[in-house]
């Protein structure tokens, strides 16, 4: 947009294209293709806001995501449908535990994503790259909004690739969803919220900056088997400072 444009409304909740055809992809929080490949058919366009499935239409976590990391499936396993917190600081390997995790779901048929928060292009470069060497690219689908990006897309960005994972929840499927990282989508939160100019907390967030990763994360379950029995499994990443 330019200066002078004119900007109407259209009365709906950003909805963002999903589909089979994302598998293998890398793509922009709007759904645009960044690998240069040809463009996208979507078969449904999922709303990036919306309630997260009630008690009644969920079921019991009860089928193990192994990690292939021993230690963590021995001691803290996680199940299809949990959230599970990977926390550290800088240079640690958290995304290294993110990235393994998804190279172990190459013959689960569990499909992948891994949205990039704020990260250099460089480093999300070299992660599509082990990805294709590992074999799972072709099941994972990449939603990239990159610290050069403005912070409109790096707030979207988590959202975005949630609904692209409920598309193939909602199908039954079994899914697992790497946010990378959501200290830098709360800079992105904070950065929007001073721009509006709301009341500012402790270290300049904005009051609800709490509520802006529950209401993301709540979304993350397993469903009932009336509803097809699909799963969300969310492993957020956070970097202390």
Request: hydrophobic residues 40%; aromatic residues 6%; charged residues 25%.
């Amino acid at each position: 947009m330019n200066v002078g444009d004119k900007v109407t409304t259209t009365g709906k909740l950003y909805a963002v294209p999903s589909g089979k055809d994302f598998l293998g992809r890398v793509v922009d929080a709007l759904g645009n293709p960044l690998d240069g490949k040809a463009d996208i058919k979507p078969e449904k366009y999922m709303a990036v806001e919306r309630v997260a499935a009630g008690i009644v239409d969920r079921s019991k976590v009860s089928t193990p995501l192994q990690t292939g990391i021993k230690a963590v499936d021995a001691m803290i396993p996680i199940g299809r449908g949990q959230r599970e917190l990977i926390i550290g600081d800088r240079g640690v390997g958290k995304t290294a535990i993110a990235i393994d995790t998804i190279i172990n779901q190459k013959a689960t048929g569990v499909i992948c994503l891994y949205v990039a928060i704020g990260q250099k292009r460089s480093k999300v470069a070299s992660v599509i790259e082990k990805l294709d060497e590992f074999g799972v690219l072709k099941n994972t689908i990449v939603v990239l909004a990159s610290a050069s990006d403005p912070a409109s897309l790096r707030y979207l960005a988590p959202y975005v690739g949630t609904a692209m994972g409920e598309f193939f929840m909602e199908k039954g499927n079994d899914v697992l969803v790497v946010y990378d990282d959501l200290t830098k989508h709360a800079w992105a939160y904070r950065e929007l919220s001073l721009l509006l100019r709301r009341p500012t907390g402790r270290e300049a967030y904005p009051g609800d900056v709490f509520y802006l990763h529950s209401r993301l994360l709540e979304r993350s379950c397993k469903l009932s088997k009336a509803l097809g029995g699909g799963s969300l499994t969310a492993l957020p990443i956070i970097e202390t400072q």
